[in-house]
């Protein structure tokens, strides 16, 4: 890859049409720029609720509510992991038993799903939390990963954030879904990164986030053990990759010093995408680390754990990215180079806007 502008080959690609090719994922995504000139009259989605309650009874997240299966919740004072009640993935799922035609195939699909409750408080989010209360998160990912893991071959550890990304509960939380498959974008990344490997000799993420950060061009935050990034393959307008900089395969490897470090700059990455727009910025994102399980190859060297973050929101608080069309039918596109997005983020104070003084400009 050349060191010219974007890091194409000298292409002035912030003024011109172009496709770019995601090695992690073995896809193509089409830039347009330009597009961000035209004028928007498609939907404009509600702002967000400012006046969530910190405890609400009736939310069957809260401490010390009843859950829909008639549980009720300890009155937990940090995190919160319990079984989820309408599990998509249960352990003991039937299989379905022999296709009679190669284009009828059916294959057994079991699991667990867990919720994480990361606080015991409604009204406050991840980048409004203390830098020991996400640390705590963290703890939890990394032993519930180690715990599921060491049954299954894939635990996909995910947030969604917000009414925009489909949560219909703004007490925060995440969930844990461990599956005796591997996912299809686990396949594609499993697939890529074992090929770089082996033709090039190095994890493909490992050296990628070397490369950003020697470039510069869409870092948007780093620190003494981790990356942040909007990768040069981006799809979503303010997409988010973070990498640690060392070579770590799954989560329960992070050390003591990574952990702390990883709760930092979570913080800031999340603060920085809430003063974007001046809202709780919504997103989906999700852990992606080596494959687990007692058959899990024993070489999993070419991995590199990392995080996606996938926010929807393009022009304001209120005016998303739709994928439709033909993000649907042909490939996705984006409106914003990623070189663009992250020189916005980049450019962004790490003190939550909530807690300015009210008479800060």
């Not at 009828?104 to 867990?114: D, I, N, Y």
């Not at 929101?313 to 992250?342: C, H, N, W």
Request: charged fraction near 25%; charge should be negative.
């Amino acid at each position: 890859m050349g060191r010219g502008r974007g890091g194409a080959g000298g292409l002035p690609i912030a003024e011109h049409q172009h496709i770019r090719y995601n090695p992690l994922q073995d896809e193509w995504v089409l830039v347009s720029a330009h597009r961000m000139k035209r004028p928007w009259q498609g939907q404009v989605d509600p702002l967000p609720p400012d006046d969530v309650p910190r405890h609400d009874p009736r939310n069957p997240l809260c401490p010390g509510a009843t859950r829909g299966n008639g549980e009720v919740n300890p009155h937990y004072e940090g995190t919160f992991l319990f079984n989820n009640d309408f599990p998509a993935l249960q352990p003991d799922a039937p299989s379905p038993g022999p296709s009679d035609h190669p284009l009828f195939q059916a294959e057994a699909a079991r699991g667990v799903c867990k919720v994480l409750c990361f606080h015991p408080w409604s009204d406050i989010t991840l980048p409004l939390m203390s830098i020991p209360e996400i640390r705590a998160v963290i703890d939890t990912w990394a032993s519930v990963t180690e715990e599921l893991g060491s049954k299954y071959p894939w635990v996909q550890i995910f947030e969604n954030k917000g009414a925009m990304m489909g949560c219909s509960n703004p007490h925060p939380h995440c969930q844990v879904w461990a599956s005796s498959f591997l996912p299809d974008v686990a396949r594609r990344e499993e697939r890529s990164q074992q090929a770089y490997q082996k033709q090039h000799g190095s994890p493909m993420l490992l050296e990628y986030g070397r490369q950003e950060a020697e470039r510069r061009e869409r870092v948007v935050l780093e620190s003494e053990h981790w990356l942040v990034l909007v990768p040069f393959w981006a799809v979503w307008p303010f997409q988010t990759l973070l990498l640690p900089r060392r070579h770590v395969k799954r989560l329960p490897e992070l050390s003591s010093a990574e952990r702390d470090d990883l709760a930092c700059i979570m913080k800031k990455l999340l603060t920085k995408y809430d003063n974007l727009f001046e809202t709780s910025f919504p997103y989906s994102m999700g852990w992606h680390g080596a494959p687990t399980g007692p058959e899990a190859e024993a070489d999993c060297s070419h991995w590199q754990l990392h995080a996606h973050y996938y926010p929807p929101l393009l022009r304001s608080a209120t005016i998303r990215k739709f994928m439709v069309g033909y993000e649907m039918l042909a490939q996705s596109q984006r409106d914003l180079t990623p070189e663009q997005a992250a020189q916005r983020l980049r450019a962004l104070p790490e003190d939550h806007y909530r807690l300015r003084p009210k008479d800060a400009s």
